[in-house]
């Protein structure tokens, strides 16, 4: 698992709501000198861009309809990065529970999966420090399945809740959890991320603090870096 300065090497990370795939792929990017890619935050943008056009989310014809005036970026520095829509900035509108909300609307349209997993390859394979990690629901079997180290993050579901209610601050615990299983449930039905597909390696937090989950997750890289030499 050698730095080849045309491939970075790819970390791809899955699982569900609040399993703390962000934070934590984001922490280990940030170690070893590596980018980071959070592919969720194209989904989210995507629904703030069809909210914003005017359309409806529940709607898959508009959804794809608003794809070519989609206009996205975002950085994949770890320490720092935003997230544009055209000239504006969504890194924090994309959070908000409205968006949340309806997200899952618009990642189940097949259309939208196949043009954002082209951009999600594209910027993968534009990254220039010597590897990237990747973070979502189908990175370990859909976007990169040959990448040397893949990983499902866990929690129990009680665990991520109380993660995400301890974030949404002015929000009741209850709507949490009850927004982040139906997101769950819907997202079950177009991939699978809550059972580790062959040679993906699950790391469970649910007993892990945050540094012990860093520490479990950089153990399968460092594994997979021996194996793969
Ligand atoms: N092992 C852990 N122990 C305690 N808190 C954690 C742990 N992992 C993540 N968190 C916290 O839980 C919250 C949700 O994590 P996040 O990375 O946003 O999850 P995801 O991207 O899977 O939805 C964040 O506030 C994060 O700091
Ligand atoms: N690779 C991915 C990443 C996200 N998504 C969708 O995007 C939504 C938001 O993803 P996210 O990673 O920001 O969600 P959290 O787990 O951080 O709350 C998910 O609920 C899925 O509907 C997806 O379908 N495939």
């Not at 180290?149 to 009850?178: D, F, K, N, P």
Request: charged share 25%; with cysteine; aromatic share 4%.
């Amino acid at each position: 698992m050698q730095h080849d300065p045309v491939h970075p090497v790819v970390v791809a990370v899955d699982g569900p709501a609040g399993s703390g795939k962000s934070s934590v792929s984001k922490e280990v990017a940030r170690r070893l000198g590596w980018g980071f890619l959070d592919t969720g935050a194209a989904y989210r943008a995507l629904a703030w861009h069809a909210e914003a056009c005017g359309v409806d989310t529940a709607d898959a014809a508009s959804v794809i309809s608003c794809l070519d005036s989609f206009d996205y970026r975002i950085g994949t520095d770890p320490t720092g990065y935003a997230v544009h829509v055209g000239s504006t900035d969504v890194t924090r509108a994309i959070r908000e529970p409205g968006i949340s909300g309806v997200v899952s609307q618009v990642a189940r349209v097949p259309e939208v999966r196949s043009h954002l997993i082209e951009l999600f390859r594209a910027i993968m394979a534009a990254e220039r420090r010597g590897g990237i990690v990747v973070e979502g629901r189908d990175i370990t079997t859909v976007v990169a399945p040959d990448a040397p180290a893949r990983i499902l993050l866990t929690a129990s579901e009680e665990v991520r809740t109380a993660r995400r209610s301890a974030e949404l601050v002015g929000h009741s615990a209850s709507a949490t959890g009850q927004q982040l299983r139906a997101r769950d449930a819907a997202d079950s039905k177009v991939v699978d991320f809550m059972n580790a597909a062959e040679g993906v390696v699950t790391v469970d937090s649910t007993d892990l603090d945050f540094d012990e989950t860093v520490e479990a997750m950089l153990a399968v890289i460092r594994d997979a870096q021996v194996r793969t030499g």
